[in-house]
């Protein structure tokens, strides 16, 4: 069973950073793409980064492309996206999910992490 969790969201001033972590269990992480999605209230599900099994292809939507970076450590199942540049437009329930941007809004997620920028 595919298990995710993800963590390190908070209140943000606009301008700050984060760093948001998942901990991939259940399946073979090192085997898949991984990527990051997100969902504010009353909004769609937007995907935002996409990353191939060894780091060596990223992916962003346009809405965060030079400010956020995804990474993964598959030694530690544990995928990141590090956010900077925040700003009120980023609140919402970060999820990662298996796969790229196709499966996204399919995949199976965790409970999210929630980011709130706000002064």
């Given at each position: 069973?595919?298990?995710?969790?993800?963590?390190?969201?908070?209140?943000?001033?606009?301008?700050?950073?984060?760093?948001?972590?998942?901990?991939?269990?259940?399946?073979?992480?090192?085997?898949?793409?991984?990527?990051?999605?997100?969902?504010?209230?009353?909004?769609?599900?937007?995907?935002?980064?996409?990353?191939?099994?060894?780091?060596?292809?990223t992916y962003y939507a346009?809405?965060?492309?030079?400010?956020?970076?995804?990474?993964?450590?598959?030694?530690?199942?544990?995928?990141y996206l590090q956010l900077?540049?925040?700003?009120?437009?980023?609140?919402?329930?970060y999820y990662c999910t298996?796969?790229?941007?196709?499966?996204?809004?399919?995949?199976?997620?965790?409970?999210?992490?929630?980011?709130?920028?706000?002064?």
């Amino acid at each position: 069973e595919v298990q995710l969790v993800e963590s390190g969201g908070d209140l943000v001033q606009p301008g700050g950073s984060l760093r948001l972590s998942c901990v991939a269990s259940g399946f073979n992480f090192g085997w898949s793409a991984m990527s990051w999605v997100r969902q504010a209230p009353g909004k769609e599900l937007e995907w935002l980064s996409t990353i191939n099994t060894d780091s060596q292809s990223t992916y962003y939507a346009d809405s965060v492309k030079g400010r956020f970076t995804i990474s993964r450590d598959n030694a530690k199942n544990t995928l990141y996206l590090q956010l900077n540049s925040l700003k009120p437009e980023d609140t919402a329930m970060y999820y990662c999910t298996k796969g790229g941007p196709v499966d996204a809004p399919v995949a199976p997620r965790g409970q999210g992490t929630q980011v709130t920028v706000s002064a």
